[in-house]
């Protein structure tokens, strides 16, 4: 099931026949994706669907064996290095710091895809990484070393490091793994916020629920294919869930926003 919505866009970023694996095993098969540019984009799916591989794939960081990966109208596989991270910028899962290396430190080798030998480090730079810790709340934490922080604080000092590289195209793999609910919430509300400030966002999560209240464009993989693309509201069905992740579930209003609801359905503590 892919929506009208979905079809009649104009990408910023699209996989086009892409077929890619790991050691010879293809996860993903012959598969074309558009992301719309301007809106949250979550992939959601049961674990070892292809949700990751996906993203790795769109991001340059796995090569596909077939098919092309296109940003903004290029093939991916034929621009520098350099040039794609001017454009994309992507938060892998558990990424991890040098050990003693300052939130200001890492949030400065943001800028390196700018540097080059005739262009060294600049107050145009140090204006940039001043920008993207104000834009993610951690200023104060300029001065302190990566290791020492929360993770909540972690996520959006690497979330400063992305916005550093000057781009509005982020891919974020599981941003929110290993956070409580609230700093989970603190740190979709950042994307949130980046997203309206003009962002295109791609990212990979497993609750549910937070990826049809914040997204816009939601595609579900099942079997390294894609069920359904499309806004929440449009995709997001009992049916579905259960072709999906084998889920029996209610989808009803959420009483806080005007997306759905999911409602899983277990085999105890159930009035039907």
Not at 126 to 137: I, S
Not at 199 to 225: F, K, P, Q, W
Request: contains cysteine; proline residues 6%.
């Amino acid at each position: 099931m892919i929506t009208e919505h979905a079809t009649q866009v104009v990408s910023r970023l699209a996989a086009e026949g892409v077929t890619v694996g790991y050691g010879g095993r293809a996860v993903i098969d012959n598969l074309d994706v558009v992301i719309p540019p301007g809106v949250i984009t979550t992939i959601i799916g049961p674990n070892g669907c292809g949700k990751s591989t996906l993203l790795r794939a769109l991001s340059r960081l796995l090569k596909p064996s077939k098919g092309t990966v296109v940003l903004d109208g290029e093939d991916i596989a034929k621009l520098k290095t350099r040039d794609v991270a001017k454009k994309l910028g992507l938060l892998p899962q558990a990424p991890i710091a040098p050990e003693g290396l300052t939130v200001a430190d890492l949030v400065a080798r943001g800028r390196h895809p700018h540097q080059s030998w005739l262009r060294q480090w600049s107050s145009d730079d140090a204006a940039v990484v001043t920008r993207a810790l104000a834009m993610t709340g951690v200023s104060d934490l300029a001065g302190r070393p990566v290791d020492a922080l929360s993770g909540g604080q972690r996520q959006r000092v690497w979330i400063s490091m992305t916005l550093a590289q000057g781009t509005d195209l982020l891919l974020l793999d599981e941003p929110i793994t290993y956070l409580d609910l609230a700093h989970a919430i603190d740190v979709i509300d950042l994307v949130d916020d980046l997203h309206e400030s003009g962002c295109t966002v791609v990212m990979v999560l497993h609750d549910l629920n937070l990826a049809t209240r914040y997204s816009d464009n939601l595609i579900v993989m099942r079997e390294g294919a894609i069920l359904a693309q499309g806004h929440p509201r449009d995709v997001i069905t009992p049916e579905l869930l259960h072709e999906a992740f084998g889920l029996s579930a209610r989808v009803i209003d959420d009483p806080v926003s005007d997306r759905p609801l999911i409602v899983p359905i277990g085999r105890t503590h159930v009035q039907l």
